[in-house]
């Protein structure tokens, strides 16, 4: 089943509100934004991993075409998990601050994975790991498809995903919203209000995260 012509075209119309960039190393934090702010109900559901009591919140905005959150998903946030939100020591919040239509869809897409949560942060995985194959494809469309398939969703429901707009228009809301908090490049975080942008490898995260413990 082809896409229809109008969702289609939403996968290459350039957004020309997005104006941030994906951004390298952050050695300390920009600013601090108060934690109020930060957890106010966004447009959509936060994506969340880890216990919501813990001591430490980090928040991050990224870009599902961005390379360095690529790095810092697929080098870090493993061992990062294991360290800091397994053990309850960090509550993580994902959010999507896509900087092209391409990484806007590919967030559409993971919104419309089963599974909550889990099932949203699993899509998350293997696009970052096969972001060099989709978001370089001819056909994007067909290369998306190709990864909602690999997670059970036929063409019927992809299809209906992207005819949502409510969801579309929530992840640019989510967006819009990043940047009323600062947020300027991708990855961008907040650990408990302090922001950082920019990748962060764990030697780092110790340094920022433990004296909060």
Known sequence: MQLPATIRAAFVAPLLL????????????????????????????????????????????????????????????????????????????????????????????????????????AMVDVLYETQAVWAQAADRVAALQQMGAQAGISADQFNACFANQATTDGIYAVHDRGIELGVNATPTFFVNGAQYAGEIEMDRWATIIDPLL
């Open 18 to 121: 997005l104006l941030a960039a994906c951004g390298g190393s952050s050695d300390a934090p920009q600013d601090t934004v108060p934690i109020a702010d930060l957890m106010a109900p966004q447009a959509l559901p936060d994506i969340t991993v880890g216990d919501p009591n813990a001591p430490v919140t980090v928040i991050e905005y990224a870009s599902m075409t961005c390379p360095h959150c690529a790095a810092f998903h697929n080098g870090v946030y493993d061992d990062f998990k294991a360290t800091y939100i397994d053990t309850g020591k960090v509550y993580f919040i994902f959010r999507e601050f896509p900087l092209d239509a391409t990484a806007a869809a590919a967030s559409q897409l993971a919104r419309c994975v089963p599974g909550g949560n889990e099932g949203y942060m």
